[in-house]
């Protein structure tokens, strides 16, 4: 039997950074939720996905680096 260890490598980095935001938004938030109340949480949350803002576009660039490096070798 065969095993594509790529494809288990990526679906463990997704299952991590899933699982880590995941951690960051219930137990981060939910900390703010219970200590400041609910008008902080929502406040706690616009930081949040402000603060993920440059990660998402870092990781925007590297998804499009890697299709035209695929679509360069396909030439």
């Known amino acids: 039997m065969s095993r594509d260890l790529r494809k288990f490598a990526q679906q463990t980095n997704v299952q991590l950074i899933g699982g880590g935001l995941l951690v960051l938004f219930v137990v981060g938030d939910g900390l703010i939720l ?10 706690g949350l616009l930081c949040i996905g402000i603060g993920l803002i440059p990660v998402v576009i870092i990781y ?3 998804v499009l680096m890697d299709w035209i490096v695929k679509n360069a070798r396909s030439e």
Not at 34 to 43: D, E, K, N, V
């Open 34 to 43: 219970i200590m400041y109340g609910p008008a902080s949480a929502l406040f």
């Open 60 to 62: 925007a660039v590297f």
